[in-house]
């Protein structure tokens, strides 16, 4: 256990003084102004014209609904767009790390010392796991806040939905981690975003097909999960968070219509362990 | 545990592909000796070193490390390892680099302390110790690599090129280092393409061609019994030369200068006074021990085993 806590801290160092932390923190904060800017305004339109519509009627009723409605929908975007940003952090901090330290030798001292390669990968799993997890708070936390202090809304269930969101990228880590013991950095970027790409259409296959209630283009989609089960991640944290009545309305671009089940939740957990041991497996039988 | 090996290896072989990097290397260290492991470019050096640390699995044959079947973590306790062209945790500082390297051997904290700063003084880094190693130069990387091997006293040390990269000075201090490791009767495994370092440093050598060791030999032999001495002096009769064969042979002749093997080096000083006695002017009686070089060119051909 000491020798996980010793790599898992020299990964943290390494993440701050390489400026990888600093980058974060910056390009996120740039993020998170951009993203204020524009839900102010967004949203301010949203609730005039909710109100002029209505315009003390009978329909005012509906007034606060709209907002929920519009704020709901433009916080998903945000944590879409967060969620995104968090795998890209994830897959691009994993790529270079096993393969990057054998082919530069770096890691060559680290491994004759009394110490386990398991450890040497968990040690780096669980300081990276850390870094997303900063991440994440900044990039959703931001997001969160903003939209609570702008319009006094905040969606249910954030901590599943964060949580699943987080759960994403440390697949995401995993998965880089893995191939990172096998491939190069380049290879390990390819393999990952392709695919992250697989995943993302499938599951808007997934989508569409529960639109038209096509069930062949809902099975395409599950298998698509069931290869890289990333997306499926990202749909049920987009379900836990939306509002009521826009899971009865159908398709909204950040929400969900096809709803993975929590069977799927389970087997990506099952997936992210099966793909961390893969990792350990290649990394002790490597030649260094 | 049989102290007496540092090292032991039986046909350890390693196939990429088709193609055999270690054929089957078999050879013996004792603890205490410094040993020398030389051979030409691709005779398999590098990935025989890595067999024996446990980086680079062998195909077959067996190896032990003090004792302890390579790769026994109990075992790199007691080892310290400096690899060729070693790269760094660069975004470290010194300091913090050598804190990092004895965690992992699993020193209590107060003794690391102790031993870093003993340390960092002993290969004259102790002023940029606060330094990133980022801003370190060739040199500098070098010392503080060595350091790294020897944090946990190791009782056996692997040595990959120590003195690539360094100046004069350095390459001293890494000879000095190396003696007192062995006073301290802790074995070294010195790989160094450097034979006049290899040379003055260690007690024995092996040259490893294709993978597999074609002599092993202690460099104490290297001249024994036979010295080439070089006499320069003027009045040289055939006479005279003539009489310089009791104490040696091969012996050539030219105007002012003469050159003959002798068996041992006490000879010298009689040659000498012989040469004076008959009237000679000597300048000098210079012995020229076989070097190195000339064995490894020996052993392993001209072509470098290519």
């Known amino acids: 256990m000491t020798n996980i806590w010793i790599l898992a801290r020299m990964t943290f160092r390494e993440a701050i003084r390489r400026r990888i932390v600093a980058t974060g923190l910056v390009l996120g904060l ?46 998903l975007l945000g944590l879409y767009a967060a969620t995104f940003l968090s795998i890209a952090m994830a897959a691009l901090l994993a790529a270079d790390t096993l393969s990057g330290e054998i082919s530069s030798g770096t890691i060559q001292t680290i491994v004759t010392k009394p110490i386990r390669r398991m450890e040497i990968v968990l040690g780096k799993w669980l300081g990276f796991a850390f870094l997303l997890g900063l991440y994440l708070a900044l990039m959703g936390g931001g997001t969160l806040l903003s939209v609570f202090l702008q319009a006094g809304y ?73 290869i890289i089960p990333s997306e ?53 039988k490597r030649d260094i | 545990m049989p102290e007496s090996l540092a090292i032991d290896t039986h046909e350890l072989r390693k ?48 190896a032990s490390l003090l004792g302890a079947p390579v790769g026994d973590r109990d075992m790199l306790r007691y080892m310290g390892f400096l690899p060729e062209h070693f790269r760094f945790q660069e975004w470290l500082t010194a300091e913090e680099f050598l804190e990092l390297h004895g965690q ?13 700063n003993e340390l960092l003084e002993r290969v004259g880094l102790s002023d940029f110790r606060k330094k990133l190693l980022r801003t370190f130069s060739k040199g500098m990387l070098q010392r503080i690599g060595l350091a790294q091997a020897l944090l946990n ?17 350095g390459r001293r201090l890494v000879r000095d280092m190396i003696r007192e490791l062995r006073e301290a009767d802790t074995s070294v495994f010195l790989n160094s393409h450097l034979l006049s370092e290899i040379e003055v440093t260690c007690d024995r050598v092996a040259f490893i061609r294709h993978g597999e060791v074609i002599r092993a030999m202690e460099l104490s032999s290297l001249d024994a019994g036979q010295i080439n001495v070089l006499i320069r002096a003027k009045g040289l009769s055939p006479e005279i030369t003539a009489g310089l064969s009791q104490w040696g042979r091969n012996l050539q002749i030219g105007p002012e200068t003469v050159n003959m093997i002798i068996s041992a080096e006490s000879a010298m000083p009689e040659i000498t006074r012989y040469l004076v006695m008959h009237g000679a002017e000597v300048y ?20 470098g085993g290519l």
Not at chain 1, 171 to 188: G, H, Q, R, V
Not at chain 2, 156 to 164: G, N
């Open chain 2, 284 to 303: 000098a009686v210079t012995p020229k021990h076989a070097s190195l070089e000339e064995v490894f060119i020996e052993t392993v051909g001209k072509d």
């Open chain 1, 232 to 284: 499926a991640l990202w749909r049920r944290a987009a379900f836990e968070m939306q509002t009521p009545l826009a899971g009865v309305l159908g398709l909204s671009p950040f929400g969900t219509v096809s709803v993975p089940s929590l069977l799927m939740i389970a087997y990506t957990a099952v997936y992210l362990l099966a793909t961390l041991a893969a990792a350990i497996r290649v990394f002790e």
């Open chain 2, 153 to 169: 006293r190791p009782r056996l040390v692997f040595l990959d090129e120590p003195t690539s990269g360094l100046d004069p000075v």
């Open chain 2, 15 to 62: 196939v990429f592909g088709e193609q055999a990097a270690v054929k089957g290397l078999t050879l013996q260290v004792r603890q205490g000796e410094v040993f020398g492991f030389l051979g030409p470019n691709g005779a398999g050096k590098t990935t025989s070193i890595k067999m024996l640390l446990g980086l680079v699995a062998p195909s077959s044959g067996r």
């Open chain 1, 30 to 75: 740039c993020f998170l102004i951009i993203y204020s800017i524009g839900f102010h305004f967004i949203f301010g339109q949203i609730v005039r014209t909710a109100s002029a519509v209505s315009g003390g009627s009978a329909l005012a009723a509906v007034t606060p609904v709209a907002n929920v409605e519009g704020a709901n929908t433009l916080l």
């Open chain 1, 154 to 226: 905040l969606p249910d269930h954030v901590l599943a939905g964060l949580s699943l969101i987080y759960f994403e990228a440390l697949l995401i880590m995993t998965i880089s981690m893995a191939c990172s013991s096998a491939f190069s950095a380049l290879a390990t970027g390819g393999i990952v975003f392709g695919l992250y790409g697989l995943a993302f259409i499938g599951g808007w296959i997934e989508q569409f097909g529960a639109i038209l209630q096509n069930p062949t283009a809902i099975k395409v989609g599950i298998i698509a999960s069931l």
């Open chain 2, 104 to 116: 992992l051997y699993g020193m209590p904290p107060r003794d690391l302390r102790s031993r870093i």
